[in-house]
């Protein structure tokens, strides 16, 4: 061992010395300090590391120990040791840097936080140095045959290293914004808050929800029956008859903007086209081994009506469970600093993309339901993602490359 030529033992020999390394460090210091990551010490990092990988590459010329870390042993020992530390980030769960997590032997590890560790950042750095070495030799020996494989490998090294610099520049921020009103502030993950470029006016906030649905739930636990299996009656329109467990339920009624109008012994629905209307189901149920009937109004309530529900029996209650939203949406003009006034319709999984950032539909105040008035989004700046779509780019270059010249080769 440590005999040259170097071969795998020294490649092991290596990667389990920086990983013991990075536990020391870890138990000494805690997880990396992630402004590290932030611009411009990161762009400043980020260059001088490039520089120092094209030094060790041309001092490689004279040194067969430099020249090892472009070799294939190099390559398959660093990758194998990193990889176990990412399955093993798969198999912990993470937690962020803003909660606190109890403590112990994998919080002392930081596996919990794996990808601020030691242990991991050192590997990667050893895994991106090995990388870039096996490119920067590929390209000192460049040939057109060796397109696919050197855009395959710079193509992930630009990838893995935009991602790791830009790890502390991308902001993720949440933003509640009332109709009507227009808001520039957004709060982080740590609750603080920023004043942003641009500003969000939101002009109308709609939800399309699901029909309503019928369930039984046990009267003692509260829990939808059968347990681990709970069964339901989709009511789309009325009349509409159905089973759930031993009852025979009809519909007789279905009233989706409605009013509660209650005195001491009776509760009845009535129509109510107006704000703060929830849906209401008349319904007659009966059971199918005893002949018991039970019928009555059954409401999922809001805000401004009551929960209403029918008793089956001294266990069993017929209940209508908050609609689910099927779609929400809001209608907003933005306005940026450089004085644009931009008109977008932003859903879920639907983005608006302004200056820099991407608005996503996040949320809404769940305490009115349909009738919110108030819409949550989610800002998310990444300035190091065009770097990282174009090593994304190269590497699909790569691929494509290699059904070009297989080929060829093949003919050779």
Known sequence: MWNKPWRYAE???????????????????????AAFFWYPVNLLFGGAYLVLLLLLHLLSRRSAALRWFAGLEASITSLCIWLVLVVLMGLTPQVAPTEHPAGGLIARLGFNRMTTSWPFVLLFLYVLTVLGQVTLRKLARFRWKDIPFVLNHAGLFITLWAAILGNGDLQRLRMPVSEGAAEWRATDETGGMTELSLAIELKNFTIDEYPPKLMIIDNTTGKAQPEGQPVNLLVEESPLSG???????????????????ADKDTVNFVGFQSEGATSALYVKALNRKDGSRREGWVSSGNYMFPYVTLPLSDSEILVMPEREPRRFASDVTVYTKDKQKKEALIEVNKPFSVAGWKIYQLSYDETMGKWSETSIFELVRDPWLPVVYAGICMMLSGAVCLFIFAPKKKEN
């Open 11 to 33: 490649g092991w020999a290596i990667g389990a010395g920086l990983l013991v390394t990075g536990l020391i460090l870890q138990l000494a210091t805690g997880n990396v300090d």
């Open 243 to 261: 089973s759930l467990l031993d009852w025979t339920v009809e519909v007789t009624d279905y009233l989706p903007m409605a009013a509660c109008v």
